[in-house]
Structures are given as C-alpha cells and as structure tokens.
DNA sequence: CCATAACCAGCAATATATTGCCGCTTTGCT
DNA sequence: AGCAAAGCGGCAATATATTGCTGGTTATGG
C-alpha cells in the first residue's frame, strides 16, 4: 500500500461512481489541484485529506495487525 | 476512523510489542517528537508518516469500499 | 468537425506537518 | 524513597502538502 496505489484506487472508484475531479474535490472540501496529484500518486497526502475523499467516495481505511 | 483513534491503534501497538518511543521512531525514521503528536492524535500525520510507522509495527493499512 | 467538458501540470503563495532542542512529569524498578 | 527510563509538550525552524491561477492537452457529445 503505497501513494501509488492509492492514487490508483482513489480515482477508480472515483469513475466508477461517474464523477467529476471537479466535483468529488468540491464535496470532500479539496483542491482538485490536490486531488489531481493524489491520483497520479505524485504527492504524500495528509490523513485528513485521504479521509476526506474516501468518506465523500464510499471507501474506509482499516488498519489491522498483519497475520 | 480519524486521527485520535489511529494514535490510539498505535500506542496500544507499540505497546503491546514492548518497545519505546525512541526505538520506534528511530526505526520507522520518524522524529519521535512526530510520533508523540501521532499517538496523542493530535496531527493529521502524512501517509508516509503513518505508512512507516505502520511497517514497523506490523500493521497493514487496508482501503475498501463500504457494503 | 466543432464545441465543450474534463483532465493535466508548472508556478508562487500559504498552511501545516515534521523536526530538534529543551526542560518537566510520569512510570517502573530496586 | 531514590534513581533511571520513558513519555510529554512548548517553541522556532524547516520541509512539504495544499491551494489558486493559468494555459495547455485530451476526451466526449452533437
């Protein structure tokens, strides 16, 4: 799990519920400049943003102990 | 999910692995200054942040849509 | 083909996470 | 109780994500 990856998911999911960069960014309260970078993968966002975008794209982190 | 409780899923982590602070951070290549905050979850940390973190503590962050 | 929407990326400015330093407090052990 | 280890948090400096702006490119519908 790495920026990259998910960049990749972010804007997957993204267009599988066809919308807009301008929109989801608009309605998670983000730049789209930021949001732009966050799917390439080319920056390291903060966690707040990240929520931000999953909460408004119907995705949840989880973070659990590896078996 | 949010910052408070990601602190606490750390702590409690590092915690249960019984090591230090200063150990943790030093392995992760954090500031353990970072890492207070982080665990207090009083900072909205990077990804990376938390991403090194988490590797340490062999924790694996998961992303995926909400049933 | 044409027009429009959507996406892309460089840049400078701003906001904020990260860091190192420092002294203080709490915890745990003998 | 006394000591040492571990944790805490303010502060200023630094690094970097975020933002707004701008002009360009690519996709898409009529």
Redesign the interface.
């Known amino acids: ?3 990259k990856e ?1 960049g990749i ?1 972010l804007k997957e ?1 993204r267009k599988s519920l066809k919308i807009t960069q301008l929109d989801l960014a608009d309605i998670a309260g983000v730049s789209v400049r930021s949001l732009r970078d966050i799917e390439k993968g080319k920056t ?5 943003t ?2 931000n975008l ?1 909460k408004v794209l ?9 078996k």
């Open positions: 799990m790495d920026q998910i998911i999911r390291n966002p903060e966690l707040e990240l929520l999953c119907g995705l949840e982190i989880s973070i659990k102990v590896i």
